[in-house]
């Protein structure tokens, strides 16, 4: 039997409330995180003219990204585990209940099959 060494979800949110200033998108992703057991090393990001941020939290379990296109009222998240059994369904719920996007769209790829 194969070995899954990480996974990666990715989660598109459209036609969210995106009023959020970067200091907030950054808190929600440290108690997102928290919230979840995950530990985070770093986080960075960087902030787009006219608009737009894109913020990445190193984990201890792997990586936490997010990347806004207010303009289109889209957010776009990329969680890398290498927890094994990780479920993301607590996280999908948190952040859904504060984007409240109309439409989603959710993948899960399985990384490093040996």
């Given at each position: 039997?194969?070995?899954?060494l990480?996974?990666?979800f990715?989660?598109d949110?459209?036609?969210?409330?995106h009023?959020l200033?970067?200091r907030?998108?950054?808190?929600?992703i440290?108690?997102?995180?928290?919230?979840?057991g995950?530990?985070?090393?770093?986080?960075?990001g960087?902030r787009f003219?006219?608009h737009?941020?894109?913020i990445?939290?190193i984990?201890?379990?792997s990586?936490?990204?997010?990347?806004t296109w207010?303009?289109h009222?889209?957010i776009?998240?990329d969680i890398?585990t290498c927890?094994p059994?990780?479920?993301?369904k607590p996280?999908f719920?948190r952040?859904k209940?504060?984007?409240k996007?109309k439409?989603?769209?959710l993948?899960?790829?399985?990384r490093?099959?040996?």
């Amino acid at each position: 039997m194969k070995k899954q060494l990480g996974q990666l979800f990715t989660l598109d949110f459209y036609q969210i409330k995106h009023n959020l200033t970067y200091r907030r998108l950054r808190q929600i992703i440290k108690q997102t995180c928290h919230a979840e057991g995950l530990t985070i090393i770093k986080m960075t990001g960087c902030r787009f003219a006219p608009h737009g941020e894109s913020i990445v939290a190193i984990l201890k379990e792997s990586h936490f990204a997010v990347h806004t296109w207010p303009e289109h009222n889209f957010i776009s998240f990329d969680i890398y585990t290498c927890t094994p059994n990780f479920d993301i369904k607590p996280i999908f719920n948190r952040l859904k209940q504060i984007f409240k996007p109309k439409s989603i769209t959710l993948h899960h790829i399985v990384r490093g099959q040996v």
